[in-house]
């Protein structure tokens, strides 16, 4: 269930990742079902600042996003991460951006990524309105508005 990612940009500490995004399941060779399309609020316009903008620190970034009772919650993108059970690991997290790099970097590697132009979610915020996300087609970096729909894979460490 879980694959061996890259060192993490904080510290290099070894990451791994879950074998597939969020809403497909690994069968031993391939990951079936279907990707979950997740926003990184609650899916509506009532912006809230978290003030989680760290681009290395995915894993406080994400438990504080997941832990905040606010009007952009729930947090839907970290706290399917944080509430994540494979193989008894549960300390998945949303990656921070420059660690969703690590994975885009070594996507090769660790495969069953879209890789057809769509994008990932970070637990990085960019404004109360938008996050960063990664688009896997190609390494771009940008933000975009929390309420959208993007695919997760989580990580640990």
């Not at 290395?56 to 996003?65: F, H, L, Q, R, V």
């Not at 193989?87 to 070594?106: F, R």
Request: include cysteine; proline fraction near 2%; glycine fraction near 10%.
């Amino acid at each position: 269930g879980t694959i061996y990612a890259g060192l993490t940009p904080d510290g290099s500490v070894k990451m791994f990742a879950t074998r597939c995004d969020l809403g497909q399941t690994w069968d031993g060779s391939n990951c079936t079902g279907s990707r979950s399309s997740l926003q990184w609020n609650n899916g509506t316009s009532n912006w809230t600042t978290t003030g989680y903008t760290s681009s290395t620190t995915g894993k406080s970034n994400s438990a504080g996003i997941a832990a905040l009772v606010d009007a952009g919650s729930p947090h839907a993108a970290a706290q399917n991460c944080e509430n994540l059970n494979i193989n008894g690991k549960t300390d998945w997290y949303l990656p921070a951006l420059n660690e969703l790099n690590v994975l885009y970097t070594n996507n090769a590697v660790i495969r069953n990524f879209n890789t057809s132009g769509s994008a990932y979610w970070s637990a990085t915020e960019s404004s109360s309105s938008d996050a960063w996300y990664e688009v896997f087609s190609s390494g771009y970096q940008g933000y975009d508005s929390k309420s959208n729909g993007y695919f997760v894979r989580c990580v640990r460490r």
